[in-house]
């Protein structure tokens, strides 16, 4: 499969899944979640996307960040800036960036860091503002 046929799939079911998010009526409550990402030297993460995965099965959103040039993220559920919903959460890093044009995207951190199940960071999110300890990422 060539990288524009890959990328075309990725933005076709990125798309689908906004467009199956639930109607606003059925919203769970958010509250706003700042926190940040960096190296274990320190040095920020960034353009990368932390996204939550809850642990409870009744949240069925994934909140997610883009980090800002100094690590710094802020969540999103629904709208921009919303934060998240309470509750408990595993946490993934991604820095996806454009390869060669025959290659397409690739993630550039370590691939434990993509799945909740591996990466080792965990967040809580409570009823209301909540501000994270930073997230240090150790290879």
């Not at 109607?23 to 700042?34: A, C, D, G, I």
């Not at 309470?86 to 397409?104: F, H, I, M, Q």
């Amino acid at each position: 499969m060539n990288a524009r046929r890959l990328f075309q799939l990725l933005l076709a079911s990125a798309l689908g899944t906004l467009a199956s998010c639930e109607p606003s009526e059925k919203r769970l409550p958010t509250f706003p979640v700042t926190g940040s990402v960096a190296f274990a030297d320190k040095k920020p993460a960034a353009n990368a996307t932390v996204v939550f995965h809850p642990t409870d099965p009744t949240i069925t959103v994934r909140p997610r960040g883009k980090m800002a040039a100094d690590g710094s993220f802020q969540l999103t559920s629904y709208d921009g800036n919303d934060g998240a919903p309470a509750g408990k959460y595993r946490v993934t890093v991604e820095l996806w960036l454009a390869g060669r044009p025959d290659e397409g995207p690739s993630n550039r951190l370590p691939e434990k860091f993509a799945r909740p199940e591996s990466s080792g960071l965990e967040a809580t999110v409570g009823t209301g503002p909540t501000t994270l300890d930073p997230f240090v990422l150790k290879k």
